[in-house]
């Protein structure tokens, strides 16, 4: 669907008047994208402005009539919807009038972003576990010791999915072969008898009511360690007593139960101290040293596993299972999951518990350093260099010092970046491989690229060479199925258009787009998840 300009004005939401000086301007959208859309594209336009202004704050309102009512009343339809399609709104004769709220000023007694920035690099592992608070404290959400606080006042050292402003960063599964194999395990592990007699014991005993914490505890304790043949112990941290761990010759935790004896009860929320538990246990060599953990939730009947591991500066945890009720009589598909994700959990305990001398450096990168050569049928190992963006690495091949680009995804098409290549306008693609749920993708790094831009639409030569590669794909029926300008690179040595990100390629008609496409980019008609990848979509943008 193409795009046009829906024209706004930006205006102080105190006095009226327009923002920091600023006039009329346009984003350029479909009648059909969103009002949160929109917001974003305001923002991004006014970026230098706008910064410490999150797009969600900013009011839209229908035309300048409907903000000079915000003061007496506004009426319905004044204020558009984050969720409201565009329409006809923003014409140039009736602009959209995008309201910026004031700036929050800094409560003088807290540290400013820049401070707490300051804070975060001088800050280490140890450093934080000296300020964590006692568990039990931490896992509220509320009063001096609990995690909110914690965290704001500790940005981006422990992710952990609880705050929407964090950084995105590698997850756990990368960071460690032991959440890897067990993620991976849910799906496909073998499960014996033993399993499926464990899992109707469990589900037995657990679905019942119990009279306090201490009594689920040693009735999940009990059973566990008469199926994996490891016992969960008590450990003691400040004021506070874990409901059962399993920890190295250190004293680092490699599992630890939170248990409450109902849903809503204990006044804590067992992730957050399950987290605390895990940074009190850190021992001093934890900036070098990598210590992965598996956290049990078990709250009434919903038990839960989460993995939690510590590169060199920072701590990150992510959720690894879903969470399942521990019901009696479970039905016969779900009872088949219980089963494997003991059997996987039992199995990941059972190597880590002989893991202590084979722990891996922690670090910031992901623990695969290697990659299988189908040429030459070896091994061959290399060391990350540069995380450029996401999951998107340089690195350099130390046997034969060549620099390559490492990406984890979860799909990618080997025969048209492998196509592409052989017709000269894609890198050289060295490795593929699954990892989990991951795909590894290892190719040649260029060494002269930029992004393509508006003045290489009147290149002739640029220009044709695009019109050569939509060509040769539509040949063999190939949709790249993300040609945005980000993809289009230039080779400035070669002197030749480069595609990149295969990632969504596929066949003309049937595959089908992934989910979770960016919604604020204004996407070809038809281009949408699990709709079909079509040759037009290419020549689209």
Known sequence: MSSRPVWFLLVDTVDGRPYRGTSADAAMLSNSAFVFQFRKAVKEINSNILSSIDASQLLIYRNKDAFERRQSGTLEGDVLSPT????????????LVVAVPPIP????????????KKMQTEMSIVDLKKEMPAPSSFSKHRDKGCWVNFLRQHPDMIICHRDNTEKSFIPACLLSPRFMEFVHDLDHIAISAHDCAFVIDLTDSMCGSFDNETQRMNTFVELFEAYSGLKL?????????????????NGALYCNLEVKVEKGSGGGDPYMQCIAYYVKSLPSDAHHTQYPCFLLELYGTAFSVSGIVNTNSRIICDLLSPTYQLLCDPEFSFAGKLARLFASLRKQLI?????????????????????????????????????VKGLLFYAKLIEQNAEVVVKFCSRYNQDV???SHSLGFAPALFSIQDFGNYTMVVMEKLPALRQITREDATNGSICGQIRYILDKLIEK???HGDMR?????????????????????????????????????????????????????????
């Open 477 to 479: 029926n190939y949709v």
């Open 105 to 116: 000023t800094l409560d003088k007694s807290e540290p400013s972003r820049k401070q707490l």
């Open 233 to 249: 112990v008590t450990i003691k941290y400040d004021k506070s007593e874990t409901d059962g761990s399993l920890n190295f010759p």
């Open 417 to 419: 970046h492998s196509y």
């Open 351 to 387: 190597i880590l518990q002989n893991e202590f001398n084979r722990l891996l450096r922690a670090s910031p990168f992901p623990y695969v350093s290697s990659f299988h050569d189908q040429i030459s049928d070896s091994e061959i190992d290399f060391v990350y260099q540069q995380q």
């Open 84 to 95: 409201q399609p565009i329409g006809d709104f923003g014409s140039a004769d009736c602009m």
């Open 485 to 541: 300008e980000t993809n289009v690179l230039i080779d400035t040595l070669g002197n030749r258009v480069v595609l990149v990100d295969f990632d969504w390629a596929g066949i003309d008609g049937v595959d089908v787009y992934p989910p979770f496409m960016n919604p604020a980019i204004c996407w070809p008609d038809g281009a949408s998840t699990g709709m079909p990848l079509r040759h037009h979509h290419d020549q689209y943008w």
